[in-house]
C-alpha cells in the first residue's frame, strides 16, 4: 500500500530554518515525480518545489528559489525541503506529492499528483 509520510513541521521564528521530510513506502521509487505543495486555509492550494527521482532534475516557485532546496535520498525513499530565511507567509500546510512523470520535467501543477501525504504543519510566527 502506497504511504507518504511528511514529518519536520513545527513552529518557527522568521527567519529561521525548518527541513521537512517525505517518506514514502509501498512501492519502488525509480522513476518518479515527487513534490511538495502548500495550502493555506481558504486558498488555493500552491505548488512549492518538485524533484524527479530518476534524473534529480529540480523545479521550483519562482518566488521560493533562494530560500528553499528540494533534495531526494533515493535508497531511503525519502524527499526532502529544506526552507531558510523563513517568512510569516510561509506558514501553511504543506503537502508531499507523487506521480509518474509526464512532461520532460516535474512540473508544479496540482492536477499532475494523484497521491497526496497527510501533510505537515510549518507555522512562521514571533
Known amino acids: 500500500q502506497l504511504q507518504l509520510v511528511e514529518s519536520g513541521g513545527g513552529l518557527v521564528q522568521p527567519g529561521g530554518s525548518l527541513r521537512l521530510s517525505c517518506a514514502a513506502s509501498g512501492f519502488t521509487w525509480d522513476h518518479y515525480d515527487i513534490g511538495w505543495f502548500r495550502q493555506v486555509p481558504g486558498k488555493d492550494r500552491e505548488g512549492v518545489s518538485c524533484?524527479?527521482?530518476?534524473?534529480?532534475?529540480?523545479n521550483y516557485d519562482d518566488s521560493l528559489k533562494g530560500r528553499f532546496t528540494i533534495s531526494i535520498d533515493n535508497p531511503k525513499n525519502t524527499v526532502y525541503l529544506q526552507m531558510n530565511n523563513l517568512k510569516p507567509e510561509d506558514t501553511a500546510v504543506y503537502y508531499c506529492?507523487?506521480?509518474?512523470?509526464?512532461?520532460?520535467?516535474?512540473?508544479?501543477?496540482?492536477?499532475?499528483?494523484?497521491?497526496w501525504g497527510q501533510g505537515t504543519q510549518v507555522t512562521v510566527s514571533s
Open positions: 506529492v507523487i506521480a509518474p512523470p509526464t512532461f520532460g520535467q516535474c512540473v508544479l501543477s496540482e492536477k499532475m499528483y494523484h497521491f
Open positions: 524533484i524527479r527521482s530518476s534524473s534529480g532534475t529540480v
